[in-house]
């Protein structure tokens, strides 16, 4: 088992001066836009896709060999690079294929009756938009499953395996569904440790017995795949407020993460990591290895361009809100914003605030853009971006602070102090100060360092 000790992290001591900063002159190379088909397509999945050209001809080998289900329902595949494919992602909780360590702590499948769908994420690839799109549906979401009335999305996998979920979603989204991938518990912890653990920074202590979390104390720690199964899975953490909502949040967080691991060219050019990957998941009988090729080139050029994936990957999940119906807890979809979410999605059109927020819980760090602006002053620039990097956050090109910066702080626009919040907690006692959205730009939160900051997260 990897190793979890948390890094020491000191505290981080900060000083509030100065000026209101002026606009920001960023040192960016100019940015030449990648198609949307380069994607990286989340979570587990990334993984599966994460080669370079080199090892193109490996990858054809290997997925002739990978498991495979027949799924009716799909809609005819369309090319990556022409058309829109919509790709189900599903993370189910079978426990078939778990060692006698993983069933004593998740139960066998004598134990624990049927399947489900503990995961169910829509993962569009579109040419007309410049970013892959990742939408979670919440596992308690109120939908209408064909042939058995209304219930939660995650029971239509149970009811009818892939056909009636891929028929259930394609239902409720209005979106046609073409491919079909889906990784279980042992799969998703084979295909974490294949990486050598996933480094990962939280900002706060989390318990979880149920699912078997237990991280004591903030920091960053190497998550093997027991315990990103843990992270990812837990749904009863103090201080969640809504499970379902915290638990998305949590997975966003991972799988950005994950994505920054991923994108390093030790982790592109790993073909022990490829085979692992190939035998981890299971996929509809039309997913080619030809497209995955595809997607493995234009995965390469990505990490040599946007190391933290902002550019490629788009996390949204299903506007809703929980309620109690006849004493049962769901999750039940807003209207007219779930329509407008599926709408733009189908006509290619801008999501704008679409499916970001989770009612009453904090942001996801996977949906939080950050900028780090070198003072100039000797700070650990570099330090506080791979720590921002393992939180999971969406971290851009290091930018120069405004001229006379002589202090750390963390500045935010206004609407975005929620997000300023949750960087902060990352970032002990530096202060947060609101600007004007001009002075970001295209940034939704920076980090000042000055030489008075040093990377750690909250003790």
């Known amino acids: 088992m990897v190793a979890t000790k948390p890094t020491p992290t000191p505290p981080m001591a900060a000083r509030l001066r100065g000026r209101l900063p002026e606009p920001i002159r960023r040192r960016l190379p100019p940015w030449e836009r990648s198609r949307p088909w380069i994607l990286l397509i989340s979570g587990s999945l990334a993984v599966f896709v994460s080669l370079s050209a080199v090892w193109g001809i490996n990858l054809l080998l290997q997925f002739n060999e990978h498991p495979v289900r027949q799924v009716l329902s799909l809609d005819q595949p369309s090319e990556f690079a022409k058309h829109p494919r919509n790709v189900l992602l599903l993370g189910s909780d079978t426990r078939a294929g778990l060692s006698e360590e993983q069933q004593a702590a998740f139960g066998t499948e004598e134990t624990v009756e049927g399947e489900r769908s503990d995961t169910i994420i829509l993962l569009q690839i579109d040419p007309r938009r ?53 990784v279980d518990l042992a799969g998703f912890q084979g295909l974490v440790d294949a990486l050598g653990g996933v480094r990962m920074c939280v900002d706060r202590p989390m318990f979880d017995d149920k699912a078997r979390l237990a991280i004591p104390k903030a920091g960053c720690y190497l998550f093997d795949g027991e315990r990103a199964l843990a992270f990812v899975r837990a749904r009863n953490v103090e201080g969640d407020t809504i499970p379902d909502f915290s638990r998305i949040a949590r997975q966003q967080q991972f799988m950005r993460a994950m994505l920054n691991r991923l994108l390093s060219l030790g982790a592109l050019l790993d073909t022990q990591l490829l085979e692992e990957a190939v035998g981890n998941v299971t996929t509809d009988e039309t997913l080619t290895g030809a497209d995955l090729v595809l997607l493995g ?3 390469r050029e990505l990490a040599e361009e946007d190391p933290s994936g902002a550019q490629s990957l788009d996390f949204r999940v299903v506007p809703s809100i929980p309620q109690t119906i006849d004493q049962v807890s769901y999750v039940v979809a807003e209207q007219p914003e779930t329509d407008r979410l599926f709408e733009a999605l189908q006509e290619g059109r801008p999501l704008g ?5 989770l009612a009453q819980t904090a942001p996801s760090p996977g949906v939080i853009r950050v900028r780090v602006l070198d003072a100039g002053l000797g700070g650990n620039v570099g330090e506080v971006e791979a720590l921002l990097r393992r939180a999971g956050f969406v971290v851009l090109e290091t930018g120069e602070a405004p001229a006379g910066t002589a202090t750390s702080e963390i500045l935010f626009a206004p609407g ?22 001009s002075i970001l730009g295209d940034t939704e939160v920076a980090v000042v360092v000055a030489d008075d900051v040093d990377a750690g997260v909250a003790a």
């Open 130 to 182: 410049e970013q892959a799109v990742v939408v979670h549906l919440p596992r308690d979401l109120l939908v209408r499953i064909p042939g058995h009335g209304m219930d939660k999305v995650n029971a239509a996998y149970e009811f009818g395996g892939p056909d009636l979920i891929v028929r259930t979603v394609k239902a409720f989204t209005g979106l046609p569904i073409h491919n079909y991938v889906e």
């Open 297 to 299: 080139q234009k995965l």
């Open 353 to 357: 605030g679409l499916g970001l927020s």
């Open 416 to 437: 975005d102090g929620p997000r300023a919040q949750v960087v902060a907690g990352y970032l002990e006692g530096l202060p947060r100060r609101l600007v004007s959205a």
